[in-house]
């Protein structure tokens, strides 16, 4: 159950770098315009905020990538931790994006899914 969980932990991290690369990297690009729904002239005077929110979403990825190298490692508890730690926060900023913007709710369930599933599958095998 806990190596499921990792996985979409991973899954996860994964997604969430990939997060950090279009808010703070190419948030002005057509491309990552048209993902989150700005106008040029809107990503241009947010690119500043956007870069910030980019490096948060990088930091849970590595809190959660080394917490998954942790529990590789044989270093369960602090791995587990760390993993329950970046996912939960994961899931945590997923829940907020979908009650205070619904109208964002797909981007919501996309970024929270693997994080929500993360997160009860580790707890799950950690309670077994």
Same mark, same amino acid.
């Given at each position: 159950?806990?190596?499921?969980?990792?996985?979409?932990?991973?899954?996860? /991290?994964?997604?969430?770098?990939?997060?950090?690369?279009?808010?703070?990297?190419?948030?002005?690009?057509?491309?990552?315009?048209?993902?989150?729904?700005?106008?040029?002239?809107?990503?241009?005077?947010?690119?500043?905020?956007?870069?910030?929110?980019?490096?948060?979403?990088?930091?849970?990825?590595?809190?959660?990538?080394?917490?998954?190298?942790?529990?590789?490692?044989?270093?369960?508890?602090?791995?587990?931790?760390?993993?329950?730690?970046?996912?939960?926060?994961?899931? /945590?900023?997923?829940?907020?994006?979908?009650?205070?913007?619904?109208?964002?709710?797909? /981007?919501?369930?996309?970024?929270?899914?693997?994080?929500?599933?993360?997160?009860?599958?580790?707890?799950?095998?950690? /309670?077994?």
């Amino acid at each position: 159950m806990v190596f499921a969980g990792l996985v979409f932990a991973a899954l996860a /991290a994964v997604l969430h770098v990939y997060i950090f690369v279009m808010e703070s990297l190419t948030w002005t690009s057509p491309r990552t315009r048209a993902t989150f729904g700005t106008t040029a002239e809107t990503a241009e005077i947010t690119k500043e905020l956007a870069f910030n929110q980019g490096f948060y979403n990088l930091f849970l990825a590595i809190v959660t990538g080394i917490g998954i190298l942790g529990i590789a490692l044989g270093h369960n508890a602090v791995g587990v931790a760390l993993v329950l730690a970046g996912a939960g926060s994961m899931l /945590a900023a997923a829940l907020v994006l979908l009650t205070t913007s619904p109208d964002k709710a797909r /981007a919501a369930i996309t970024q929270g899914v693997f994080p929500l599933i993360a997160v009860l599958l580790v707890a799950i095998g950690v /309670a077994l």
